[in-house]
Structures are given as C-alpha cells and as structure tokens.
C-alpha cells in the first residue's frame, strides 16, 4: 500500500507496517499506567495527617499487611500528592488518544471512496435514512470516548491547582480515577475488537499504489547517486517529471529516463543522460518495499521482528499486572482470615492480652 501523510500517497509501504506504528505507543502507554500503578501501590499508613504518629512506628509492617509493594516515605506527601493519579489518568488519555487516531484512518479507508478496508458487521451499521451508506459508529465511539478522557484529564488537573493539604483534590480523584480507567479498558476492548475482525482490501490497496506516484523519494535518491548531483535539485527534476506525467495520464511506473532528460533540461539546463536506462527496479513498489532492511524499515523481515518483539513486550506487560493482582488478592485474603480469627477469639483472651492463644509477633500486629 502506498502510506500517506495530510491524506496523501507519501512511500511505498505495507499495512502491517502502519498498523505496527500504532502498536509502539500503546506498549508505552502500558508502561506509563505500570509506573503509575507503582506510585499508587505505596501506602500511606501511619501518616497521620501530616507529621505521623508515635502510636505506630513501624510504617513498613502495616503496608506489608494490606499488601503495598512499598511505603510512600514521607509523611505529607503520603496524606496530600496526587501526583501519581494525574500519571495514571494521562496515561489512560493517551492510550485511548492513540486509539483515536487509529480510529480516525479507519474510517476514512472504510468509506466508499478509498476502500481500503471493511468494518464487520457488529461494529458498522446501515445508516437510518440512506440505504447506500455504512457508518463506522464504533468508531465513532472511540474517538469520543479519547475526547472525554482529554476532558477528565483537564479537569482533575484544575480541581488539584489548590494550595496544599486540601480534600478537594482526593474527593474528585476517587470518582475521575475510576471512572478514567474504566472508559479507557472499555474503549480498548472495542478497538480490539474491530481490529480482530478487520477486512483488508489488499487490491484495492494495491490498486491505489500502482496509480500514484509514491516512487518518487526512491527516484530522486537513484537520481542523486546515479548522476552525481544533489538532493535538491533531484528532487525538482523528479517534481517536475511527476507533474508533466500526471498531466499525460500516466502514473509513476511509467516515467522513464527520456521524461526525466526533459525535465532536467527545463529545470537546470542540461539533461542527465538518463534516456534508455532501465529504471523499472528503482519505480516498482515492491522492490521499494524489501529494500527497506535497516531497523524499523518497512520489510517484510523487519516488520514481523518488530511485531514479534511488541508481542512478546505486551505479554510482559500482560503477565506483570496478572502477578500484581494476584498478589493483591492472596494480601488481602490473608488480611481477612487474620481479622476473622481475631473476631473468633473469646473476649477473656483479647481482654488478657491473647498471650496463650496468639504469638508474639502476631500480637504486635
């Protein structure tokens, strides 16, 4: 497929390529919520209100019983940063914001006009008044839902602007987080679902490819190399050519060295001696394609490492926060049978100190 800049041909390119640049930032947005998460998973007991308590000085043990990873160090902050939440809510904005604009192309290459690919039936419908339409409404959905994460963002950063040690702060963040977080999982389980299910009209694609003129950029550099000149000004023999062709009707396969001696000669008084040279591997998109070797390129070689190796980051990702939840559970299970064998116990023992029927290190608890 040809990929495209302002909704134009740009370079020879292929579709799990582009689909890839979309893959990079929702693994760091991933990474982002996971730093976010371990800013959160710090516990502020035994803060008090600001300075502490001497009732209880071990802060680290009281976080090892409810399950935190760490404690947050010092003790106004712990009460009164929320910080750590903006992060968390940036993060879910961002990662739906990329989304977006996934969402934004797709339905572009959807419509009638470009054809590109087709949305399955359960996220698409007939528009109500025009039989001849299909409209992308999840899409649509997405892209809202990036909006009105934007929107809780924007607000959670102007209720925080307080002056310090205020409420007002953690009374909207208990609702926004939340709220943030949920319509950010949710609009990502849709994504995946259309993209899941996605039709690539591979032909179409091509079709459009072969009649542009996205060779161009490959054969200003041949130019360049070949005839010893500069960049710049194979660029402007390689635009006038594009000009002069498409106004003939021909398409960028077709150009050869006697239209490209022509333009020359208009643009810096001299042809380049191309006339009769075999151009047909410098203009064929394909060859353009698997040239594209170095890191990041858009070769078929290339692009399934790097989808390997997204694959293998999101699995980490993945397994790294099924560690934390279950970590979390088996904590909080612990906490509760310690409460309920407390309750359990006779009042004459909890009255004498429960030495004969709790440890040591159990009673300090």
């Known amino acids: 497929m040809a990929d495209q800049t302002y909704l134009q041909h740009a370079q020879p390119s292929t579709f799990g390529h582009y689909l890839l640049s979309f893959a990079f930032p929702v693994l760091r947005a991933g990474g982002r919520l ?8 710090a516990s502020p007991g035994g803060a008090g209100c600001v300075n502490g308590t001497r ?4 802060r ?9 990873r760490s404690v947050a160090e010092h003790t106004r902050d ?3 940063q929320i910080d750590g939440l903006f992060d968390m809510v940036s993060a879910a904005a961002g990662l ?9 192309d797709l339905e572009i290459w959807a419509s009638q006009e470009f054809d590109y690919v087709t949305l399955a039936d359960g996220y698409s419908r007939a528009s109500v008044l025009m039989p001849q339409k299909r409209n992308p409404y999840a899409l649509s959905i997405i892209r809202g839902a990036a909006g009105t ?8 950063l102007a209720v925080a602007k307080t002056p310090s040690a205020r409420s007002d702060n953690l009374i909207f963040a208990y609702g926004e987080v939340p709220r943030a977080l949920d319509l950010a999982l949710r609009a990502t389980r849709l994504t995946t679902g259309v993209v899941r299910t996605l039709e690539v009209n591979s032909g179409r694609m091509r079709a459009a490819l072969e009649a542009g003129f996205s ?16 960049y710049r000004t194979a660029y402007r023999v390689v635009g006038h050519a594009v000009r002069q062709a498409s106004a003939a009707g021909l398409r960028g396969a077709d150009i050869d060295g006697a239209l490209l001696d022509a333009a020359a000669a208009e643009i810096t008084g001299r042809p380049l001696g191309l006339a009769g040279r075999d151009l047909s591997m410098v203009l064929d998109p394909w060859q353009i394609v698997v040239s594209r070797t170095t890191l990041g390129g858009a070769a078929p070689g290339e692009v399934t490492r790097m989808a390997g190796d997204a694959a293998a980051q999101a699995s980490e990702l993945a397994g790294e926060a099924r560690r934390w939840r279950d ?3 088996a904590a909080e299970d612990a906490l509760v049978a310690t409460a309920r064998r407390t309750a359990a116990a006779a009042p004459g023992d909890l009255a004498a100190g429960g030495a004969g029927r709790f440890p040591a290190e159990r009673r300090t608890r």
């Open 34 to 41: 996971s730093e976010a998460l371990a800013w959160t998973d």
């Open 78 to 80: 712990a009460m009164w």
């Open 96 to 104: 739906v914001v990329t989304q977006s604009k996934l969402a934004e």
């Open 149 to 156: 994460l934007i929107g809780r963002l924007t607000g959670l």
């Open 55 to 58: 009732l209880r000085t071990d």
């Open 215 to 230: 060779q161009a950029t490959d054969l200003a550099e041949h130019i360049m190399q070949a005839c010893g000149i500069d």
């Open 60 to 68: 680290g043990h009281v976080a090892a019983l409810l399950g935190f």
């Open 327 to 329: 970590s979390y559970q």
